[in-house]
């Protein structure tokens, strides 16, 4: 398996612009996960899928951001517009969530720069 | 709301001697903590686990200890080497419960010096 998959891996855009992350979990895992990480903030948890269902928003940190996951092999993380301070390392993961199996697998990020 | 807190958030050892990283944890329900480790640069990456069920659990030269009463848990790292020179993240989630989300710690930053 070629792990999680996260498309751009590095992204420059200007204040104001639409940005989409994209994420492709591992076959099989059942739940997907979209994280943020800075130097100030650490590692936050936006949002986080279980079946495709948005199961936790409540990091999303506001209407600029959305997620989508329409199908199990794919997911989105959409800023709009974009501001300097969404510049972070965006990761998604992935977990099987089955009995004993709680690991999560992160994928490369998509470091995001917002100028 | 959940809260996970971890110490030290830099630490640095000689080549050889142990390396110690504690966590607190606020949900008495927690019972998976996973310890992930990021190398500069790279993805967090699962390096050992513990369920709690269990008190202690051991992977060559690392271990974690769980106390629950006390809702805290520790990474060991024993003979350390310049290689685990990384960012270590704590975490703590209530799997079977209403969430299967991970609460991670702020990260503890250990330089293994040669």
């Known amino acids: 398996d070629a792990g999680v998959i996260q498309s751009p891996r590095h992204e420059v855009t200007e204040m104001g612009q639409e940005v989409t992350l994209r994420c492709k979990p591992i076959?099989?895992?059942?739940?997907l996960f979209w994280y943020r990480q800075t130097m100030m903030r650490g590692l936050e948890l936006l949002i986080y899928?279980?079946?495709?269902?948005?199961?936790?928003d409540s990091g999303m940190p506001e209407d600029r951001f959305s997620a989508k996951m329409p199908n199990a092999s794919f997911s989105t993380l959409k800023i709009q517009p974009s501001e300097p301070r969404d510049s972070a390392v965006y990761f998604c993961?992935?977990?099987?969530?089955?009995?004993?199996?709680?690991?999560?697998?992160f994928g490369p990020g998509t470091r995001l720069t917002v100028t | 709301g959940e809260n996970v807190e971890q110490h030290p958030s830099t630490l640095s050892v000689q080549e050889g001697d142990s390396a110690v990283i504690k966590c607190t944890y606020s949900d008495s329900a927690s019972n998976y903590f996973p310890w992930y480790k990021q190398e500069l640069g790279k993805r967090p990456q699962l390096i050992i686990d513990?369920?709690?069920?269990?008190g202690e659990k051991k992977d060559q030269r690392i271990a974690v200890t769980l106390n629950k009463t006390a809702k805290h848990f520790s990474l060991h790292i024993t003979e350390t080497q310049p290689e685990d020179s990384a960012v270590y993240f704590c975490a703590a989630s209530n799997y079977g419960g209403a969430t299967n989300k991970l609460i991670f710690g702020t990260g503890t930053l250990l330089a293994v010096q040669p």
């Open positions: 076959s099989g895992h059942n739940s």
């Open positions: 993961a992935s977990s099987p969530v089955v009995a004993g199996a709680y690991e999560q697998y």
């Open positions: 899928f279980n079946n495709n269902v948005p199961i936790d």
């Open positions: 513990i369920r709690s069920n269990v």
